[in-house]
């Protein structure tokens, strides 16, 4: 009996791992959180450790404590569905801007973060 229950003991907590290691996260974005950039970025590119559902996907950028930008909505890389990206274009004055996502794994769950990142220009001579 006692073997039987660290057998399943076993096999819960490595099925756990298993588990949690499996879920949706943010691996990267491009901006990085806190950077300044010298340009506008023509994209905020995200890198999700797996393809999330873009049905339940969302990218909004957004002036530091400003209105969301209107944009197209984020889109998933064709040939890496892991990779989310948002297209800006050239027009980000200097300032600070904040990221909000969420995304949807494929069991549905919902994950959700922000972060910033400064466009600073460098000063014409």
Not at 43 to 72: C, I
Not at 81 to 108: F, H, K
Request: aromatic share 6%; with cysteine.
């Amino acid at each position: 009996m006692r073997n039987r229950a660290v057998v399943l003991a076993t096999a819960v907590l490595a099925t756990a791992g298993i588990y949690v290691c499996a879920h949706l996260a943010l691996r990267a974005s491009s901006p990085k959180k806190d950077e300044t950039v010298a340009a506008s970025p023509e994209t905020v590119t995200l890198w999700f450790t797996q393809a999330p559902q873009m049905a339940g996907t969302s990218v909004r950028l957004l002036p530091k404590g400003g209105e969301p930008l209107d944009l197209e909505p984020a889109t998933a890389k064709e040939d890496d569905p892991s990779i989310v990206v948002l297209d800006v274009g050239e027009g980000l004055a200097d300032g600070d801007y904040e990221v909000m996502w969420r995304a949807m794994a494929q069991d549905g769950h919902t994950i959700r973060g922000d972060f910033g990142f400064r466009v600073r220009r460098a000063p014409r001579r």
